[in-house]
């Protein structure tokens, strides 16, 4: 039986992360599994017909002063820079991101429902500042609530319904927040809780509100205002450039069953193999399903564990620029798609000339049954009704790829169940992190860094 001192599963940014840290710092005795014929796990990218599609959009937001230099050296000059441009399209009208703060163009009706709501909201909701005797509130007051725990709530999760309604009321939850979210998450925004908001919800000052409500307010708002993308190759050009001379990956490999007691992996290939550390990031679900030596108590979290998977529709079309967007996010109901995104905005390499490309995300969640040729047909009636498409005829080539993990549903559960489980593993130096093995809603930049401090935990024993 071989021996490992860190066993690493997955070839996602998380577990190329990793990898590459220990890598680089002299820690060579590591193996990387990954199921597929290629490195990247989700952020990878698929060539066809001249066309390149990721599997659905996967930007980088780059903050952190390290992978601000890191992904640089990592692409070199194949990189690029884009000023976000993300649109919501509902009552026939395009209003910019973020919803709260843009709400010029749409109906009159739409709009007072909305203001009517938020005055009402803040009205209702306790002052952020003392206020003297006999005086009102002041006109410079903020929104309130950064999501997670109201202050009267004690430890129980407020739900997503709930922070909506009181940070921005009735109108903007009926109009937005919740169709939206239901879409994308699969769930009522009554199941939903509200700890994921704080980094991915913007929230405009009042006086941003109202001037969004009268006028085209072009101000940046959230932590996308800007992303960077490679220039060629999609997203999978930075797994590779992370995987590039790395000696211990092995690709086509999974494993199938683990037993965490003796600390050996049954492989896909029918070996076993030892470790004395291990690094998880295929999702935690799955984890959990094929280890064996589990604590009872962690065992039973199992089924409590919800997640919703998303259907990815890429298409190749036959007509140049057929939006100046970069994605656009649908609430309506009349939708079966929550965005649509148009790869070749990202970068121009993503298509063959004259043409354009769209990726179009459907969600849906595991326990149901899936009509794949019913959304085929959703999606087209959707892109043809709001003007994306003129005819089906434009589609010179498509792919079809079913995500069956893609979103962790923060319910009241997941918070404690989490924590619970991973504070467990990582007492048996078992480091479950990123999107997935973290069981939580994040990006690509905090999947890295965690890879990178995963590998230097790793080190420092």
């Not at 994040?442 to 890879?451: D, H, K």
Request: hydrophobic share 35%.
């Amino acid at each position: 039986m071989n021996k490992v001192r860190t066993l690493i599963l997955g070839g996602g940014m998380s577990g190329l992360s990793c990898a590459y840290h220990l890598n680089q710092n002299g820690e060579n005795n590591y193996l990387l599994l990954e199921r597929s014929d290629e490195p990247g796990g989700l952020s990878r990218s698929i060539k066809q017909d001249g066309f390149v599609f990721d599997h659905t959009g996967h930007l980088l937001h780059l903050r952190n002063p390290y992978t601000l230099k890191l992904i640089p050296d990592l692409l070199g000059d194949n990189l690029v820079m884009n000023q976000r441009r993300a649109w919501i399209y509902s009552h026939n009208a395009y209003t910019r991101y973020p919803y709260q703060a843009n709400l010029y163009g749409l109906p009159k009706k739409v709009i007072e429902e909305c203001l009517k709501g938020l005055i009402e909201a803040q009205l209702n909701a306790p002052s952020p500042y003392p206020l003297p005797k006999g005086r009102g509130p002041s006109p410079a007051f903020s929104l309130q609530g950064e999501g997670g725990r109201r202050p009267d709530e004690g430890k129980l999760p407020e739900s997503l319904k709930s922070w909506v309604l009181r940070t921005f009321g009735k109108g903007f939850d009926k109009h937005f927040f919740s169709p939206y979210n239901e879409k994308l998450w699969t769930v009522s925004a009554d199941v939903l809780t509200a700890e994921w908001v704080a980094p991915f919800v913007p929230k405009p000052s009042i006086e941003e509100v109202i001037n969004g409500a009268f006028s085209d307010q072009t101000k940046k708002f959230g932590y996308n205002a800007s992303f960077y993308y490679p220039k060629e190759g999609g997203i999978q050009a930075l797994a590779f450039a992370f995987a590039k001379g790395l000696p211990h990956i092995r690709l086509n490999t999974a494993v199938t069953a683990l037993d965490l007691a003796r600390k050996e992996a049954l492989l896909s290939t029918g070996e076993m193999l030892s470790y004395d550390i291990l690094v998880n990031t295929i999702p935690l679900c799955r984890f959990m399903d094929f280890a064996k030596g589990l604590e009872s108590d962690l065992a039973a979290l199992r089924p409590l564990m919800r997640w919703s998977g998303v259907y990815d529709i890429n298409l190749g079309v036959k007509r140049p620029r057929i939006s100046d967007k970069h994605w656009i996010y649908f609430p309506e109901k009349k939708y079966r798609f929550y965005r649509v995104g148009f790869p070749m905005n990202f970068s121009t390499h993503m298509t063959p000339p004259g043409c354009s490309s769209m990726y179009v995300e459907i969600g849906y969640r595991p326990d149901e049954a899936f009509d794949e040729k019913r959304a085929w047909k959703d999606a087209m009636k959707g892109l043809l009704e709001c003007g994306l498409l003129k005819s089906e005829s434009e589609i010179v080539t498509q792919n079809l790829i079913k995500i069956p993990v893609a979103y962790v549903t923060y319910d009241r559960n997941r918070t404690a169940l989490t924590k619970r489980i991973l504070d467990n593993l990582e007492a048996q130096k078992i480091y479950s992190i990123g999107r997935f093995g973290g069981w939580k809603y994040s990006y690509m930049e905090e999947a890295i860094l965690e890879g990178k401090a995963a590998a230097e935990k790793i080190m420092g024993q």
